[in-house]
C-alpha cells in the first residue's frame, strides 16, 4: 500500500503593533529566529542581517520533536511586504515558507505560510496523523512570541551586530 504525497500548509497571522518597516527587517534576520521561533535552535552563516534574493544561511532545528539542520535560501523579497524562502533538506522533501506583511494603520498584519512535502510516504502518513498538529501548534507559538517581542521593544528592533 502506498499513500500520494501531498504538500502540507500551515497559516499563521498576527497583527503587531509595529510597522512593516520595522518588522520586516527583524523577521527576515535569520539571526532572530531563535528568539521567537520555538523550533529554531540556531541560524549560521549569512544570519545577522535582513537577506536578500539568492542569500541563504544555516539552520539547525527541532520540529515535532525531530532534529534537523537544513539550509534556506532567500527566492523571493519585496522590502517591507513579502519574503520566500526554501529548502530541500538532506534527507529529502521539501519546505517553503513565506512572509507576508500588510500595514493596517500603525500595525502590521504579519502572515507566515509554511508549505512542506515529506521525504516519504511514510512520513506523510505520520504527518498526516501527529506531526502537522505538532507544527501547527509550534507556528502558533512562533507568531504569538513574534508579537510579544516585537511589540515589547519600545524602542528601536535591534539585529545582532
Known amino acids: 500500500m502506498t499513500f500520494p504525497q501531498t504538500l502540507t500548509r500551515i497559516r499563521t497571522e498576527a497583527t503587531i503593533l509595529r510597522s512593516p518597516d520595522d518588522v520586516f527587517p527583524y523577521v527576515t ?6 528568539v521567537w521561533h520555538p523550533s529554531s535552535v540556531q541560524v549560521t552563516g ?9 542569500e541563504a544561511c544555516v539552520e539547525e532545528y527541532v520540529v515535532a520533536g525531530r532534529r534537523g539542520v537544513v539550509t534556506w535560501t532567500v527566492r523571493e523579497r519585496v522590502a517591507g511586504r513579502r519574503w520566500v524562502i526554501d529548502a530541500t533538506p538532506p534527507g529529502g522533501g521539501y519546505a517553503r515558507i513565506t512572509y507576508t506583511l500588510s500595514a493596517v494603520g500603525d500595525e502590521t498584519l504579519f502572515v507566515r505560510e509554511l508549505e512542506y512535502e515529506m521525504p516519504n510516504p511514510w512520513l506523510g502518513l505520520l504527518d498526516r496523523l501527529v506531526i502537522r ?29
Not at 534576520?29 to 531563535?34: E, G, I, K, L, R
Not at 507544527?135 to 545582532?160: C, F, G, M, N, W
Request: proline fraction near 9%.
Open 29 to 34: 534576520t535569520p539571526a532572530n529566529w531563535p
Open 46 to 54: 549569512a544570519a545577522d542581517h535582513p537577506l536578500d534574493v539568492g
Open 133 to 161: 498538529r505538532r507544527i501547527t501548534a509550534e507556528s502558533k507559538e512562533a507568531v504569538r512570541r513574534l508579537e510579544s517581542v516585537l511589540e515589547t521593544q519600545h524602542d528601536s528592533i535591534t539585529t545582532p551586530s
